[in-house]
């Protein structure tokens, strides 16, 4: 059981790199996350034993159970938010979280922006606090979440020049209903536009195409760890 997830991780990289390669990108250019939601610390653990140490989530509950011990136990783990985040569950993701990638809303931002405020005076030295990606709705979804491309320039000036969050790059999920690449370019060309150097786009199915177009960070769950219940 622990070699089978072993394997499946050293068959990613190697998919990875060889993408990587074709596109004539470096082999570090990208992080593989490991999305783990639903997935039981046991499914997780042998992943960290062969050495991965990027992980994602999607719910705060869910990731408040597992990650603390995890946490605790292993050196170096680096637990991204990839899933909607509400307000009232904002302290505890920062908490539990070192990269939210799903800013999404001024609500949000405002929030995050008075935790950082509050953790600063509180703290005698360098405060630990997230970075951030800004979720892009880059299909103009109604039903998703995520900033729209129209509104991103106005978004990310109130994120980072007026709350001062370190704001690192942007994250899409491209319609399910149409070809990723699209979506994907135009998010690289949103974030060349704003000086953000890192995308977090692609998953089990559209990774390679991510980094094709400049990926820094792909989202892998199931191509990981198996069909979710
Ligand atoms: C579940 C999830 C993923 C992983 O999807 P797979 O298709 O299982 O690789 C990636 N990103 C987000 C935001 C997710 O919720």
Redesign the pocket.
Same mark, same amino acid.
């Given at each position: 059981m622990p070699n089978h997830a072993a394997d499946k991780l050293s068959d990613i990289t190697q998919r990875m790199t060889a993408a990587l390669q074709l596109a004539g990108r470096d082999a570090a250019a990208a992080q593989l996350l490991a999305?783990s939601?639903t997935k039981p610390v046991a499914a997780i653990t042998p992943l960290i034993e062969a050495g991965h140490r990027h992980f @994602?989530e999607?719910r705060v509950q869910e990731a408040a159970e597992k990650w603390p011990a995890l946490k605790a136990a292993h050196e170096g783990l680096e637990l991204h938010l990839? @899933?909607p985040l509400q307000t009232n569950k904002a302290k505890e993701a920062v908490a539990l979280f070192d990269v939210i990638q799903t800013l999404d809303r001024e609500k949000l931002a405002r929030k995050m922006a008075a935790l950082k405020d509050a953790q600063a005076e509180e703290a005698t030295g360098d405060i630990l606090f997230p970075r951030f990606f800004i979720q892009v709705n880059s299909g103009d979804e109604p039903q998703k979440s995520g900033v729209s491309p129209s509104e991103l320039t106005a978004f990310h000036g109130l994120c980072t020049a007026e709350l001062g969050l370190n704001v690192v790059g942007l994250m899409c999920?491209p319609p399910q209903d149409e070809a990723a690449g699209p979506h994907f370019a135009l998010l690289a060309k949103l974030a060349a536009g704003l000086g953000l150097s890192q995308l977090s786009m692609g998953?089990?199915?559209d990774f390679e195409t991510a980094l094709s177009l400049g990926a820094t960070h792909i989202?892998?769950?199931?191509?990981l760890f198996g069909a979710?219940d």
């Open positions: 999305i939601k @994602g999607n990839v @899933g999920l998953m089990s199915g989202r892998v769950g199931t191509a979710r």
